[in-house]
């Protein structure tokens, strides 16, 4: 019983934010550079191969804090009206981790001049597992697991997104089976509810060497806040992004849940620069406006993307989102 009295205590000691974070599946300040990591729908978007890496390191120095790896990977074919994709992740928060795998296709119908709309379809599996020497060790616990315990199910997620070479907008549903797969094994995990995103953005022309591009979020997940992101990026040169984002939950059909639950707010200062026509580099800084602040434990998130052909070959029509 004292490993489970240790594992509660961390749990209630991170609650005002462990469930508004850890009951949805990881989230990245930079998805406004790779939409891949919220809706299917963008594969092949940019029309070129592109593959980025991200590393999140989440309240750093906390007790068990999320830390999250994430490699994606998409191209276009048939003249751009297709788009294939492949992401890996692993992601771990104190004693449980996910490990997660799929494949994705995106199909694209040209809706104007410069309009696509596209239906995209991920699919692929999961691994979740229990680290049962993660606390302290009372081998006299029947209720403790010994060593580590892995569960595996499908996943499946489905997207649309729609975009103009200046607007965009996208709506998904992530985690669309294996819950059932969990419930037979009798374990209850909030990471594989139902995920609805909807998101939408622009980029307005400031100036011949700086463009604006505003853009929002909103997520809903069963059992946690509906939240949302305000973005806010500039662009100078086609080459630098600097920006911020605004993160914060809506009360909506969520006043049953405990008041500190529906009062998180962070900020995010965001920064992308492209080192070279085929390398973009990017890093966040997370701080956290209630909750964990008291702790000073802020977030860091590096990204580290790599076009297969030069930016330069697509100059007609560069893709921004």
Same mark, same amino acid.
């Given at each position: 019983?004292?490993? $489970?009295?240790? $594992?509660?205590?961390? $749990?209630? @000691?991170?609650?005002?934010?462990?469930?508004?974070?850890?009951?949805?599946?990881?989230?990245?300040?930079?998805?406004?550079?790779?939409?891949?990591? /919220?809706?299917?729908?963008?594969?092949?978007?940019?029309?070129?191969?592109?593959?980025?890496?991200?590393?999140?390191?989440?309240?750093?120095?906390?007790?068990?804090?999320?830390?999250?790896?994430?490699?994606?990977?998409?191209?276009?074919?048939?003249?751009?009206? !297709?788009?294939?994709?492949?992401?890996? !992740?692993?992601?771990?928060?104190?004693?449980?981790?996910?490990?997660?795998?799929?494949?994705?296709?995106?199909?694209?119908?040209?809706?104007? %001049?410069?309009?696509?709309?596209?239906?995209?379809?991920? @699919?692929? @599996?999961?691994?979740?597992?229990?680290?049962?020497?993660?606390?302290?060790?009372?081998?006299?616990?029947?209720?403790?697991?010994?060593?580590?315990?892995?569960?595996?199910?499908?996943?499946?997620?489905?997207?649309?997104? #729609?975009?103009?070479?200046? #607007?965009?907008?996208?709506?998904?549903?992530?985690?669309?089976?294996?819950?059932?797969?969990? +419930? %037979?094994?009798?374990?209850?995990?909030?990471?594989?509810?139902?995920?609805?995103?909807?998101?939408?953005?622009?980029?307005?022309?400031?100036?011949?060497?700086?463009?604006?591009?505003?853009?929002?979020?909103?997520?809903?997940?069963?059992?946690?806040?509906?939240?949302?992101?305000?973005?806010? !990026?500039?662009?100078?040169?086609?080459?630098?992004?600097?920006?911020?984002?605004?993160?914060?939950?809506?009360?909506?059909?969520?006043?049953?849940?405990?008041?500190?639950?529906?009062?998180?707010?962070?900020? @995010?200062?965001?920064?992308? $620069?492209?080192?070279?026509?085929?390398?973009?580099?990017?890093?966040?800084?997370?701080?956290?406006?209630?909750?964990? +602040?008291?702790?000073?434990? *802020? *977030?860091?998130?590096? *990204?580290?993307?790599?076009?297969?052909?030069?930016?330069?070959?697509? /100059?007609?029509?560069?893709?921004?989102?």
């Amino acid at each position: 019983m004292k490993r $489970i009295a240790f $594992i509660l205590i961390f $749990i209630i @000691a991170t609650l005002p934010t462990w469930s508004a974070y850890a009951q949805q599946l990881p989230q990245f300040s930079q998805y406004i550079f790779n939409g891949l990591h /919220i809706n299917p729908g963008y594969a092949g978007y940019k029309n070129q191969g592109y593959i980025q890496s991200t590393y999140r390191d989440q309240w750093v120095n906390f007790p068990g804090a999320p830390q999250t790896f994430t490699v994606t990977a998409d191209l276009s074919a048939n003249e751009g009206l !297709m788009g294939f994709g492949v992401s890996v !992740m692993s992601d771990k928060i104190g004693p449980t981790s996910t490990n997660s795998g799929l494949l994705t296709y995106a199909y694209r119908i040209q809706t104007g %001049r410069q309009s696509f709309f596209s239906l995209g379809v991920s @699919a692929g @599996a999961s691994q979740y597992s229990i680290d049962g020497e993660w606390a302290y060790n009372d081998p006299n616990d029947p209720e403790i697991p010994e060593g580590r315990i892995n569960m595996f199910t499908p996943n499946m997620n489905a997207g649309l997104f #729609f975009h103009t070479d200046r #607007f965009y907008a996208g709506v998904s549903a992530f985690n669309l089976v294996g819950k059932k797969a969990l +419930e %037979r094994e009798d374990i209850a995990l909030a990471f594989h509810d139902f995920h609805f995103y909807l998101t939408a953005g622009l980029l307005v022309p400031v100036s011949d060497n700086v463009s604006f591009k505003p853009s929002f979020l909103i997520r809903e997940v069963q059992g946690a806040p509906m939240s949302y992101d305000i973005n806010g !990026m500039f662009l100078f040169m086609e080459r630098l992004w600097l920006g911020a984002s605004y993160r914060s939950n809506m009360n909506l059909g969520n006043e049953h849940l405990m008041g500190n639950l529906n009062n998180r707010t962070a900020v @995010a200062l965001i920064a992308e $620069i492209f080192a070279t026509e085929n390398l973009r580099i990017g890093y966040a800084y997370d701080h956290n406006l209630n909750a964990l +602040e008291n702790y000073r434990n *802020s *977030s860091h998130e590096i *990204s580290i993307g790599y076009y297969l052909t030069s930016r330069t070959a697509k /100059i007609k029509n560069p893709r921004w989102f």
